[in-house]
């Protein structure tokens, strides 16, 4: 089982930024997929940003030129910095961590708790 805990979540402006970040249970290069996803009220859950192992990123085009994920080894920590931020940018904003074992190929998916991102003046 891993846990994923998630941090940096709060109340900010539009224009402003946040940064959010997630520390898995185990080493991050461990995980084949690492990202941030949201869910707003009444909308389904969707991918914000992911990177995987390998360094490669991918994201949802509404987030397009305003976030970047990144991952910090010394710290074991995934961060989500994210800029221009937006009315619709308020969601909770879940870690997920996605493992593919080596051996037998099953797939496992993790979720954080998820932290409440709200965009309001």
């Known amino acids: 089982q891993v846990q994923m805990v998630e941090s940096g979540g709060g109340l900010v402006q539009p224009g402003g930024s946040l940064r959010l970040s997630c520390t898995p249970s185990?080493?991050?290069?461990?995980?084949?997929?690492i990202a941030w996803y949201r869910q707003a009220p009444g909308k389904q859950r969707e991918l914000v940003e992911g990177?995987?192992?390998?360094?490669?990123?991918n994201y949802t085009d509404s987030v397009k030129d305003r976030c970047a994920i990144s991952r910090d080894n010394a710290k074991n920590t995934v961060c989500l910095e994210m800029n221009s931020l937006k009315p619709e940018d308020t969601a909770v904003y879940y870690c997920?961590?996605?493992?593919?074992?080596?051996?037998?190929?099953?797939?496992?998916?993790?979720w954080g708790q998820g932290t409440q991102v709200t965009v309001s003046s």
């Open positions: 997920h961590a996605h493992v593919i074992m080596p051996v037998t190929r099953k797939q496992y998916d993790y």
């Open positions: 185990v080493n991050i290069f461990s995980l084949d997929f």
């Open positions: 990177i995987t192992r390998g360094g490669i990123t």
